[in-house]
């Protein structure tokens, strides 16, 4: 209970101390820094903070294998350094505090922004984070095909077989004919072969449609012809 309280009196000299003109927070400094030391609180930050003007920037395509590039924007004072995180959805990316950045397979549909870090020895690190860029989805191409033969039962199989710029589509795809839904399965690394529901005996037209997901684009093949007999 003690050190609760210790730590509220920190934080409250530390507000007062906010409110004094440099000169004054010069005298006080450390009497700030030793009461919070007694208190068993870790001493909050003191000094003004480096403070952002002129908000990051994020310049290039966002789309697959291109490259980004961040503007720290404008700080005051000038920062002897400046650090960069990357972030997808907001998050930060393992791996990615440089100013510029390359855009992944992992990135697709989602949101890029970098967050800047400014740094100066005599103020506390001021942060600011650049608007977000959504990465397009990547494209996707359906095929479709009849196993051997044109003329069938009336539960004929068929073939889809989706290809991704990146990756391999895994996502369900389903097959219509007249505007009816005749059979739906999920793809296994971008093919799956199925049976389709009973059709009338005459001709028909299958279309393979791969349902969008979130990192990759809707796509469908062209119709295959099918005669289904008595």
Request: hydrophobic share 35%; proline share 8%.
């Amino acid at each position: 209970a003690d050190a609760g309280v210790g730590m509220g009196a920190c934080f409250l000299e530390y507000a007062a101390f906010q409110g004094l003109d440099v000169t004054k927070r010069r005298e006080v400094h450390d009497d700030l820094i030793t009461n919070c030391a007694d208190s068993g609180a870790e001493p909050p930050p003191v000094g003004p903070t480096v403070t952002n003007e002129i908000r990051p920037t994020v310049s290039g395509e966002p789309d697959m294998d291109q490259l980004l590039t961040a503007d720290a924007g404008t700080w005051t004072p000038t920062p002897e350094t400046v650090g960069y995180q990357w972030l997808r959805n907001g998050e930060p990316i393992w791996g990615a505090p440089a100013p510029t950045y390359w855009v992944r397979p992992g990135d697709a549909g989602r949101r890029l922004s970098v967050r800047v870090t400014a740094s100066h020895a005599d103020y506390v690190s001021g942060h600011a984070t650049s608007e977000s860029l959504r990465v397009a989805r990547i494209d996707t191409n359906s095929r479709a095909r009849l196993p051997k033969k044109r003329v069938h039962t009336h539960r004929p199989r068929i073939v889809v077989v989706v290809r991704a710029e990146v990756g391999a589509p895994n996502s369900r795809v389903v097959v219509r004919t007249h505007g009816r839904r005749v059979g739906a399965a999920r793809l296994h690394e971008g093919r799956v072969k199925l049976r389709l529901h009973r059709m009338k005996p005459g001709g028909h037209r299958l279309v393979a449609r791969f349902q969008a997901t979130p990192t990759m684009r809707f796509s469908k093949s062209a119709p295959v012809r099918v005669i289904i007999k008595r």
